[in-house]
């Protein structure tokens, strides 16, 4: 009989996914004061967001009635009114002089959140309303950047003749900077809300990306998905403390004006960025227990973007200027691989980390310890086995790489019995790492 586990039954009611819209709207208004642009909260002001909120609320109606089966259609027709309001909607938007942009967004939120919900990608549903209201932001702070940077720059210095310079392509890409920065934190934060609202606010995704994550709704904090949400939480940090450096720098760094004395520039959006995808990985590293690739890859870029820093001249330290400072940073790499190594090979800590016996996952690493010697080779092999015996499990990719190249080739002509996993007489292997002293 098949089972199905990690799921839970109860599924929530429809009516609570037209709390995500609300939501978005309020985070986007919290988002608009707290970096400080003169908005009025007023009607012109606020009717955009609203149009966006109103879009996605309007946008999962087909797949609630869909799922309560008031009325006797088919999906097709469904998406075809659902293309009909949107594309009226839109037009009305128009019509009553609040942009055809705006208009464009309510058509777009409307069908592409009734798109995703109706075949059950609630998650990218959300995605789709937060990405739309941070479109909306990032006009607003880059229509007030726009407004203050300027584009005319003078180079002299107070006391000399005047040198007045054309910085208006870099007054575009500084705008450019703070609209995707924004767009990119509410693509982020959608994410983040999904992860947590999903079995709460809306069912969970039987298929695409979101599927794949834990279903169990018995509490609102599932640990088996805390990696994923604290990486997503990592990266929107990531772009938010390149938005206050922006803030914090003078007129020339914010426009990239390299011929100004002192010009070292700021973080930027691709340093943060990529800050965040390697924040991903490692959050991934660590799910699959893979600690000392993901502190060894975690030091390192921290370490280049410290140094990358301190190159373009955000900061300065005494120690690290003249003859000395190459040979420092040479120091600090070193002792940063030394800690990472003593954690690494720590009796309690490496024995902690590594993955149970009764593990699939632990399968190959099994087979590559034993397969040595149960085969009794030269010179090889026995270079392999001492480079086994002396570093961890997760330490080995050598003796995976044999193991990998054995099953391909030796185990082949010699015929000997095989399980499922393609590796000869696995449970004698499992006695023999049983036995082995000190695990």
Same mark, same amino acid.
């Given at each position: 009989?098949?089972?199905?586990?990690?799921?839970?039954?109860?599924?929530?009611?429809?009516?609570?996914?037209?709390?995500?819209?609300?939501?978005?709207?309020?985070?986007?208004?919290?988002?608009?004061?707290?970096?400080?642009?003169?908005?009025?909260?007023?009607?012109?002001?606020?009717?955009?967001?609203?149009?966006?909120?109103?879009?996605?609320?309007?946008?999962?109606?087909?797949?609630?009635?869909?799922?309560?089966?008031?009325?006797?259609?088919?999906?097709?027709?469904?998406?075809?009114?659902?293309?009909?309001?949107?594309?009226?909607?839109?037009?009305?938007?128009?019509?009553?002089?609040?942009?055809?942009?705006?208009?464009?967004?309510?058509?777009?939120?409307?069908?592409?959140?009734?798109?995703?919900?109706?075949?059950?990608?609630?998650?990218?549903?959300?995605?789709?309303?937060?990405?739309?209201?941070?479109?909306?932001?990032?006009?607003?702070?880059?229509?007030?950047?726009?407004?203050?940077? *300027?584009?005319?720059?003078?180079?002299?210095?107070?006391?000399?003749?005047?040198?007045?310079?054309?910085?208006?392509?870099?007054?575009?890409?500084?705008?450019?900077?703070?609209?995707?920065?924004?767009?990119?934190?509410?693509?982020?934060?959608?994410?983040?809300?999904?992860?947590?609202?999903?079995?709460?606010?809306? *069912?969970?995704?039987?298929?695409?990306?979101?599927?794949?994550?834990?279903?169990?709704?018995?509490?609102?904090?599932?640990?088996?998905?805390?990696?994923?949400?604290?990486?997503?939480?990592?990266?929107?940090?990531?772009?938010?403390?390149?938005?206050?450096?922006?803030?914090?720098?003078?007129?020339?760094?914010?426009?990239?004006?390299?011929?100004?004395?002192?010009?070292?520039?700021?973080?930027?959006?691709?340093?943060?960025?990529?800050?965040?995808?390697?924040?991903?990985?490692?959050?991934?590293?660590?799910?699959?227990?893979?600690?000392?690739?993901?502190?060894?890859?975690?030091?390192?870029?921290?370490?280049?973007?410290?140094?990358?820093?301190?190159?373009?001249?955000?900061?300065?330290?005494?120690?690290?200027?003249?003859?000395?400072?190459?040979?420092?940073?040479?120091?600090?790499?070193?002792?940063?691989?030394?800690?990472?190594?003593?954690?690494?090979?720590?009796?309690?800590?490496?024995?902690?980390?590594?993955?149970?016996?009764?593990?699939?996952?632990?399968?190959?690493?099994?087979?590559?310890?034993?397969? *040595?010697?149960?085969?009794?080779?030269?010179?090889?092999?026995?270079?392999?086995?001492?480079?086994?015996?002396?570093?961890?499990?997760?330490?080995?990719?050598?003796?995976?790489?044999?193991?990998?190249?054995?099953?391909?080739?030796?185990?082949?002509?010699?015929?000997? *019995?095989?399980?499922?996993?393609?590796?000869?007489?696995?449970?004698?292997?499992?006695?023999?790492?049983?036995?082995?002293?000190?695990?």
């Amino acid at each position: 009989m098949e089972q199905k586990t990690g799921t839970h039954s109860n599924t929530p009611a429809a009516p609570l996914g037209w709390l995500i819209a609300p939501l978005a709207v309020l985070l986007a208004i919290a988002a608009i004061k707290l970096v400080g642009v003169d908005f009025e909260l007023n009607v012109d002001n606020l009717t955009p967001m609203i149009i966006v909120g109103v879009a996605g609320m309007l946008g999962i109606v087909p797949s609630m009635l869909h799922q309560s089966e008031s009325v006797s259609v088919s999906k097709s027709t469904l998406s075809l009114s659902a293309l009909a309001v949107a594309l009226i909607g839109s037009q009305a938007v128009y019509a009553l002089d609040y942009g055809a942009f705006s208009g464009l967004l309510f058509a777009f939120v409307a069908f592409g959140v009734h798109f995703l919900s109706i075949r059950g990608r609630h998650e990218l549903a959300t995605v789709v309303v937060f990405m739309a209201m941070g479109i909306n932001v990032g006009i607003v702070v880059a229509s007030d950047a726009l407004a203050t940077l *300027p584009e005319i720059y003078n180079l002299a210095p107070e006391t000399e003749q005047s040198s007045f310079v054309s910085t208006l392509n870099l007054k575009n890409q500084a705008v450019g900077y703070l609209f995707f920065s924004y767009m990119t934190i509410f693509i982020l934060l959608g994410m983040l809300v999904a992860t947590f609202a999903r079995g709460f606010l809306f *069912p969970v995704s039987e298929d695409g990306m979101f599927s794949f994550m834990n279903n169990d709704t018995s509490s609102f904090l599932n640990k088996n998905n805390l990696p994923l949400q604290i990486a997503l939480a990592f990266w929107g940090l990531a772009h938010v403390a390149s938005l206050w450096h922006f803030d914090t720098v003078g007129v020339a760094d914010k426009l990239g004006i390299t011929s100004v004395e002192g010009y070292h520039g700021h973080f930027g959006f691709w340093p943060a960025f990529f800050t965040g995808m390697i924040g991903l990985i490692i959050a991934g590293m660590f799910a699959e227990r893979w600690h000392t690739r993901a502190m060894t890859l975690g030091s390192l870029w921290a370490l280049y973007l410290v140094s990358s820093w301190y190159d373009a001249g955000m900061f300065t330290v005494g120690m690290l200027e003249g003859n000395w400072g190459s040979l420092i940073w040479l120091g600090i790499t070193f002792f940063i691989g030394v800690g990472i190594y003593s954690i690494s090979t720590h009796e309690k800590r490496s024995q902690a980390t590594r993955r149970s016996r009764h593990d699939p996952t632990r399968n190959a690493c099994i087979s590559a310890r034993c397969i *040595p010697s149960l085969r009794c080779a030269k010179s090889p092999l026995d270079a392999v086995w001492r480079i086994e015996k002396a570093v961890p499990n997760h330490w080995s990719p050598a003796c995976r790489f044999w193991a990998w190249t054995r099953r391909s080739r030796g185990d082949r002509a010699a015929k000997r *019995p095989r399980n499922g996993l393609g590796v000869c007489d696995h449970r004698a292997m499992v006695r023999n790492r049983a036995a082995e002293p000190g695990l």
